[in-house]
């Protein structure tokens, strides 16, 4: 098992283009999750998915798109970068039921000027 | 809303001692409790989940103990090494959005040899 993948590990972009972070499982769950890790306010959710189709937001969510098509992929979409996206980005994904132990992902070191 | 509080924010100890970590949360209904480490600039490794249910875990020279009714759990290392050298986080389960992990600021670990 590879576990949770992100690609790509480090991005630089500028104001206002657009990017996507890609995050992937091969366990079979259906939990799966961003979160962003910022010095000084730890790690927030922004947003997260219970199954294929079905996504929610979560505590920081404005500027983030998400869209879940199957049960191994969550892409998270930038649609117009800010510096105040700047930040680390993780995914994270669990079984629904069973104790739901969270796994996470190497993350994203995304840098926006 | 749910708090997670983590003390000490950095503790510095020598090889060999056994230490406690201390995580506070201020909402008791939760699912369950996680605790991570994370070393720098890498992902968050899951170290032990405590079910709701449950009072203690252990894997290792690792034990986490969970007490509800006063919103605290404590992750105790013992005899520590420099490879534990580490943040290490708690992170709640529960509340209004399930699956949703609040996590504390972390602990910041140093063990010199």
């Known amino acids: 098992n590879a576990g949770v993948t992100q690609t790509p590990k480090f991005q630089v972009l500028k104001t206002g283009q657009s990017m996507t972070l890609q995050c992937a499982q091969d366990?079979?769950?259906?939990?799966m999750s961003w979160y962003r890790q910022d010095p000084g306010m730890g790690l927030r959710l922004i947003h997260y998915?219970?199954?294929?189709?079905?996504?929610d937001q979560g505590e920081v969510p404005n500027g983030y798109n998400v869209s879940r098509s199957t049960t191994e992929d969550f892409p998270l979409r930038l649609l117009s970068a800010a510096p105040s996206q700047t930040s680390v980005y993780f995914c994270a994904s669990s079984y629904l039921a069973g104790g739901n132990e969270q796994f996470f992902g190497p993350g994203t070191r995304l840098t926006v000027l | 809303k749910q708090e997670v509080t983590q003390i000490p924010a950095a503790l510095s100890v020598p090889e060999g001692e056994n230490l406690v970590l201390n995580c506070s949360f201020t909402d008791s209904a939760i699912y369950n409790l996680q605790w991570f480490r994370q070393d720098p600039g890498k992902g968050l490794t899951s170290l032990l989940l405590i079910q709701s249910s449950q009072r203690e875990q252990t894997s290792g020279r690792l034990n986490a103990s969970l007490d509800k009714s006063s919103g605290r759990s404590t992750l105790y290392i013992a005899a520590s090494q420099p490879g534990d050298s580490a943040t290490y986080l708690c992170a709640a389960h529960g509340g209004t959005s399930y699956g949703k992990l609040t996590f504390g600021q972390g602990t910041i670990l140093t063990v010199h040899p």
């Open positions: 998915s219970v199954g294929a189709g079905i996504t």
């Open positions: 366990m079979n769950h259906e939990y």
